[in-house]
């Protein structure tokens, strides 16, 4: 009985965290995205991306009524969207082998405006207007986002750093 109580006091501790975060329970929406790899939130929506489709957009402005308000696919991609990063109102989508820059000006109908290809790389940030690039070989590459279609390569750094193949 006294194992019963506890699980039962641990259990409404953590719904009560959960409501006092304000944090809603979305699982009937996920449901439907498939298997994703990720999120990034962007004002109050939400973008999964990895799933069913290259990227899909909930809309968290209603509390518990989180639903979904668009969905898109870059017509070109070969491979699945392993990260999503936003500068402006631009998702960066990350592939293998491209970065695909989609507007959200329309948060409703995402729009791809242009296709970014690092000579080479396997890590990709975007922070405070630039993006970072680090290749396989150890290469880092620094990018203007000053103009966020057509990012400016600024720098390299050969870090002597090799990613290991585990």
């Not at 729009?111 to 790389?121: E, G, H, N």
Request: some cysteine.
């Amino acid at each position: 009985m006294r194992v019963k109580v506890i699980i039962l006091v641990v259990l409404l501790g953590a719904f009560g965290i959960l409501a006092a975060a304000n944090i809603n329970l979305i699982s009937e929406s996920l449901l439907s995205l498939g298997d994703v790899s990720g999120f990034v939130q962007y004002g109050n929506y939400a973008l999964f991306y990895g799933g069913d489709r290259d990227l899909s957009i909930l809309d968290l402005s209603a509390g518990a009524s989180v639903y979904p308000i668009a969905t898109f696919d870059v017509p070109v991609a070969e491979y699945r969207c392993n990260n999503v990063y936003i500068w402006g109102s631009n998702a960066y989508l990350v592939y293998p082998d491209k970065i695909h820059i989609v507007s959200l000006a329309n948060i409703h109908n995402p729009v791809l405006q242009a296709t970014f290809s690092p000579s080479a790389y396997y890590r990709v940030l975007i922070q405070n207007r630039y993006l970072y690039n680090i290749s396989s070989t150890g290469i880092l590459s620094s990018y203007s986002l000053n103009n966020p279609l057509q990012p400016e390569l600024l720098d390299t750094l050969d870090t002597g750093m090799l990613r290991s193949e585990e």
